[in-house]
């Protein structure tokens, strides 16, 4: 034991005297052995001497590490669990308020509705008989996309068959005022709609002023004319407003088409009247489709 002790003295005392290096490579690993031993044996004891009441060196190293940590996360959570919550309500008051908007559309379209009605219809137990079903005929569609040629020829609303969509069903926008008419091939979930403002469209107008008729088509850029209405007829007016004459076979009358904006004479037979229809292609993102014959209500 003696010589063993007298051994490790002699390694320090080479250490320190700078001649640690001239030793044999078995003696610098031992002592290299030896100190990280001592080495350890320190920090082993230095972790188990206490602090204070809160425990030892290396509990409160723990802590110290652990704390931070726990009151991140912890507000990490609180975070997370506030902002789920807000998608949640914010999810709940967009459903309401497209409810809402669907309940205006329906009540707007049934008042439109329900005046060209009451203009035909004069016994009170008749109209009440006719005014059962009205509310569950109107189908409220979502526009999803337009011709891709010319976005003033048709547009393709997300109601097809499967929602018993049929050819030549009238559409409306969200003010009761015509935009056209469901057109073939009618697929099961989607379904194409001629403008009113396509070149190759025809409806029966009459001018609210005077009565005078004639047949309205558009111009392919967004406005429309009236067309076949002589020279000899009655005086329109700029300003005037046109609605549908019903004498198309397909459209009801009295719907709102649009308002005159030029008139001037064609020749010597007809007159060239502009109208600008009351439907606004842009920001339409919502039709009605009548899933009834209002010729027939």
């Known amino acids: 034991m003696i010589s063993s002790c007298s051994k490790k003295s002699r390694l320090i005392e080479l250490h320190q005297s700078g001649r640690f290096m001239a030793l ?25 001497v206490p602090r204070s009441e809160d425990g030892t060196l290396f509990k ?34 967009r459903e309401q308020n497209q409810k809402l908007r669907d309940e205006v559309f329906y009540l707007r379209q049934e008042n439109i509705l329900l005046k060209t009605v009451l203009q035909r219809l004069g016994e009170e137990a008749e109209i009440r008989e006719r005014l059962k079903n009205l509310s569950s005929s109107l189908i409220v569609a979502a526009v999803v996309g337009s011709d891709a040629a010319n976005i003033y020829k048709s547009i393709v609303i997300n109601r097809g068959e499967k929602h018993k969509i049929k050819a030549d069903m009238v559409v409306l926008d969200p003010q009761g005022n015509l935009v056209g008419r469901v057109i073939n091939p009618v697929l099961a979930w989607t379904s194409r709609v001629q403008l009113i403002t396509d070149d190759t469209s025809g409806v029966g107008a009459v001018t609210t002023g005077k009565g005078v008729s004639g047949v309205l088509r558009g111009d392919g850029h967004g406005r429309c004319y009236l067309d076949y209405v002589l020279v000899s007829s009655a005086e329109i007016n700029v300003g005037e407003e046109v ?17 005159v904006l030029a008139v001037s004479r064609e020749g010597t037979l007809f007159r060239k009247i502009i109208i600008e229809p009351f439907f606004q292609l842009n920001g339409l993102v919502q039709v009605g489709v009548l899933a009834f014959d209002l010729k027939k209500f």
Request: hydrophobic residues 50%.
């Open 24 to 48: 044999p490579l078995k003696e610098r690993k031992a002592f290299r052995l030896f100190s990280l031993l001592i080495l350890g044996h320190l920090v082993l004891i230095s972790l188990q």
């Open 60 to 93: 409160q190293a723990f802590l110290a590490v652990l704390t931070p940590l726990q009151a991140a996360m912890s507000g990490m959570s609180r975070e997370i669990s506030g902002f789920w919550n807000n998608y949640l309500l914010w999810r709940d008051i």
């Open 243 to 259: 609605v549908t004459s019903g004498f198309d076979g397909i459209y009801p009358a009295g719907i709102p088409l649009g308002r």
